[in-house]
């Protein structure tokens, strides 16, 4: 179960206060998929770094009662004067994992070779997301976070992450952004739909996509 209770998210820059969520409650449930719904600039992503823990709300709290992955492909969280190995080695004990286990899943998967001994800062966009979602793939969660990004690199490593990837979806809840409706309902039963600072969930996810239509007409 993910709750937010009474939770408000808001950035301030340059004088102005932007607000993408104001005191937003809801329940996410177990064994379901949700998609996040909403015209540019509503707060899809925002609110995915969020439920993830990237990022705090400004007000409120989110409870968390199972294991929820950082957003697929997302290196943000890396640290980058630090190597590839160390930085799996790091996130693998912050999450009580064996590190050896670990880094010999990532090392075969993301296929950077001697890369993995040099400084994150070093690595091209594609290499971090190829890190990240190896990271992700080698430890075990109970809902994968997706925004936009379900595959990386070439032909055939998209191939791979895609065989992976829907082996770990037999046993774990997704909860997605994407622009594709046809996405959405493929992979999801639910929907979040934001609208100026408000989250509304849809029991049918067809609710949901007929909603974000029309704000899109």
Known sequence: MIRFDDVTKVYRTDGHRRTILERVSFTLKPGVSYGILGINGAGKSTTMRLIGGVEAP??????????????????????????GR???????????????????????FAELGSYLDVPIRTYSSGMGARLAFGMSMAIPFDCYLIDEVTSVGDARFQKRCNEVFSSRRKHADV?????????IREWCQQGIVLL???????????????LYRRLNA
């Open 86 to 108: 160390d930085n799996v080695i790091f996130v693998a004990r912050i999450y009580g994992e064996d590190p050896r286990r670990v880094l010999d899943f990532v090392e075969d």
């Open 175 to 183: 909860i997605m952004v994407s622009h594709s409706m046809e996405v």
């Open 58 to 83: 400004t007000k409120g709290e989110i409870h968390r009662g199972l294991r929820v992955s950082w957003p697929l492909g997302f290196a943000g969280g890396f640290h980058p004067q630090m190597t």
């Open 196 to 210: 100026n600072g408000r989250a509304i969930v849809y029991e049918d996810v067809n609710d949901a996509i007929e």
